[in-house]
């Protein structure tokens, strides 16, 4: 916000969890569940900061999810419209355990990177939104079902980021 910036169009990598978001998958979620902890979650802080609530009922900006989409439509790259994004703590992959109760309360994708960033950008009034790029199936899932190979997590990437820049270069026309 100090440097002007008017929108976040974030972007994230992440494990997909249901049948519908495989590795090189490209989805803009709708929702998030967020399950870290110990990260600052605010600007307003401290004993004399006041309490300042903000409503994060739609965690992105849906007028900027529908330019990511008409971005990626004019690009000719399909674009999964929603998901629920669970953002977990890392540094480490989740267990095959953890996706199951992630999957359980409804989450379709997993990263690390999607919170404290939108609910900060929220409380500056910035709008928000997110292309998840899945780069594998989530732990105990698929392929992953044994474990998560970490060199194809690089292939899938090289390919999906191209795709990326393709919606990217079609974002400001969107």
Same mark, same amino acid.
């Given at each position: 916000?100090?440097?002007?910036?008017?929108?976040?169009?974030?972007?994230?990598?992440?494990?997909?969890?249901?049948?519908?978001?495989?590795?090189?998958?490209?989805?803009?979620?709708?929702?998030?569940?967020?399950?870290?902890?110990?990260?600052?979650?605010?600007?307003?802080?401290?004993?004399?900061?006041?309490?300042?609530?903000?409503?994060?009922?739609?965690?992105?900006?849906?007028?900027?999810?529908?330019?990511?989409?008409?971005?990626?439509?004019?690009?000719?790259?399909?674009?999964?419209?929603?998901?629920?994004?669970?953002?977990?703590?890392?540094?480490?992959?989740?267990?095959?355990?953890?996706?199951?109760?992630?999957?359980?309360?409804?989450?379709?994708?997993?990263?690390?990177?999607?919170?404290?960033?939108?609910?900060? !950008?929220?409380?500056? #009034? /910035?709008?928000?939104?997110? %292309?998840?790029? *899945?780069?594998?199936? $989530?732990? @105990? +899932?698929? !392929?992953?079902?044994? #474990? /998560?190979?970490?060199?194809? %997590?690089?292939? *899938?990437?090289?390919? $999906?980021? @191209? +795709?990326?820049?393709?919606?990217?270069?079609?974002?400001?026309?969107?």
């Amino acid at each position: 916000k100090d440097i002007g910036a008017t929108r976040v169009l974030a972007l994230n990598t992440v494990g997909g969890i249901g049948d519908a978001f495989g590795p090189r998958v490209l989805a803009c979620p709708d929702q998030l569940i967020d399950y870290t902890w110990g990260r600052k979650s605010t600007f307003h802080e401290g004993s004399d900061a006041p309490v300042v609530h903000v409503d994060f009922t739609d965690p992105y900006e849906q007028a900027l999810r529908q330019r990511i989409l008409r971005a990626a439509a004019a690009a000719g790259e399909a674009v999964a419209d929603g998901a629920v994004y669970a953002a977990t703590q890392g540094p480490r992959l989740e267990t095959a355990a953890e996706i199951n109760r992630l999957e359980r309360d409804g989450c379709d994708v997993v990263g690390m990177t999607g919170m404290p960033e939108a609910v900060l !950008a929220r409380e500056l #009034g /910035i709008p928000y939104a997110a %292309i998840n790029v *899945v780069a594998n199936y $989530a732990a @105990g +899932r698929a !392929a992953s079902a044994s #474990g /998560i190979c970490f060199d194809s %997590i690089d292939t *899938v990437l090289r390919e $999906a980021m @191209g +795709r990326v820049r393709r919606v990217l270069d079609h974002i400001c026309e969107a």
